[in-house]
Nanobody
Framework: QVRLVESGGGSVEPGGSLRLSCAASGFSVEYYSIGWIRQAPGKDREFLASIGWKADSTVLADPVKDRFTISRDNANNMLYLQMDNLKPEDTAVYYC?????????????????WGQGTQVTVSS
């Protein structure tokens, strides 16, 4: 059974950090590019970051490019999103997704597998 399971979400004060993890099972992420997407209440899904097969290409959306870092550990089938200097507008459900292509995509429709999401809340 193919699964992506996010963890590491929670509540944090503005300026704080969280590290989201995404554990893949039922398939090898080695030949999948990975994306992180979030959705805040009442808003559309928002692409945040993607990383290619060999971690040789990463893309970060403008709102997060100086604060978030995407990484992967193919050997352990794990994906990560390090989030620093969090802001209240980062509050959302965060999803990891996998696409059977060498490079990531900003298009949600290009992703084959999705996790169930993890809540991130940033407030004082």
């Amino acid at each position: 059974q193919v699964r992506l399971v996010e963890s590491g979400g929670g509540s944090v004060e503005p300026g704080g950090s969280l590290r989201l993890s995404c554990a893949a099972s039922g398939f090898s992420v080695e030949y999948y590019s990975i994306g992180w997407i979030r959705q805040a209440p009442g808003k559309d899904r928002e692409f945040l970051a993607s990383i290619g097969w060999k971690a040789d290409s990463t893309v970060l959306a403008d709102p997060v490019k100086d604060r978030f870092t995407i990484s992967r550990d193919n050997a352990n089938n794990m994906l990560y999103l390090q989030m620093d200097n969090l802001k209240p507008e980062d509050t959302a459900v965060y999803y990891c997704a996998a696409a059977r292509r060498p490079y990531g995509s900003k298009n949600a429709g290009d992703y084959n597998y999705w996790g169930q999401g993890t809540q991130v809340t940033v407030s004082s």
